[in-house]
């Protein structure tokens, strides 16, 4: 079983050592720079991880460079801002392995104190009752966790390269009919100051992004099943630094 681990990244320097020391040992630490002005790139490469430069800012962006970069079987994605452990991903990826989902996300669990603001827990709770309304999947938490095999996220084609690319995997997931599954993970305290939920208008922002998301129509009949057929003939992309 072979695991990429894609971590976007932009000024993270003061977590890196922490996040990647956390990398499960003989997983693929993807780190996907996303402009960093203070070493980041840098450090994580010293650190051993394969470093992807995307210069088109975004969440969505960084998180689809390391998807594309990634060659593994399974792929996570984590934060790497230290508020969430990556030693935790066995026991996502385990559940994908052994058949009883098709994508498993870390639901946050708050484990000190600041570690999720108000606004960004409303914000959560907000766009959870919208995806229910949406899709019928009861999540309670729409997290940056999460892990699935790599050929079926492609074939997701997921276009979202802003804050809604985390919730555009969920909902493309629960129209292609994939099981979707979520396991409790400690949130920590994050180090430095959120790019997009750090305000109450980073949260909006957010919030917008992903309204957008949901506006997107569910597929007709017989989509659902084309879309799994076609990742499985998704050619594997190469992997290793980019300029």
């Excluded at 484990?111 to 108000?118: E, F, K, M, S, T």
Aim: glycine residues 12%.
């Amino acid at each position: 079983m072979t695991v990429d681990v894609v971590l976007p990244c932009l000024d993270e320097a003061g977590a890196l050592p922490w996040v990647l020391g956390r990398v499960p040992a003989g997983w693929r630490a993807i780190v996907v720079d996303n402009g960093s002005t203070d070493g980041s790139a840098e450090l994580a490469r010293s650190l051993g991880a394969t470093v992807v430069h995307e210069p088109r800012r975004g969440f969505g962006s960084a998180c689809h460079a390391g998807l594309l970069a990634a060659d593994a079987e399974f792929v996570c994605f984590c934060d790497c801002d230290a508020s969430l452990d990556p030693g935790l991903l066995p026991g996502l990826v385990r559940t994908v392995a052994d058949g009883d989902a098709e994508l498993v996300l870390g639901r946050r669990r708050p484990a000190g104190r600041g570690a999720w603001p108000a606004h960004a827990r409303a914000g959560n709770l907000a766009l959870s009752w919208l995806l229910r309304r949406r899709t019928g999947l009861r999540l309670r938490d729409l997290g940056p966790m999460r892990a699935a095999r790599r050929e079926a996220l492609l074939g997701l084609e997921l276009t979202d390269r802003r804050s809604g690319y985390p919730l555009q995997t969920v909902v493309r997931a629960a129209d292609a009919g994939w099981r979707v599954r979520e396991v409790d993970v400690p949130y920590l305290p994050r180090s430095g100051r959120s790019k997009v939920t750090g305000t109450w208008r980073g949260t909006w922002q957010a919030v917008h992004d992903m309204r957008r998301v949901l506006a997107e129509a569910a597929p007709t009949p017989g989509a659902a099943a084309t879309g799994a057929a076609a990742s499985a003939t998704v050619p594997s992309p190469a992997g290793g630094d980019r300029p």
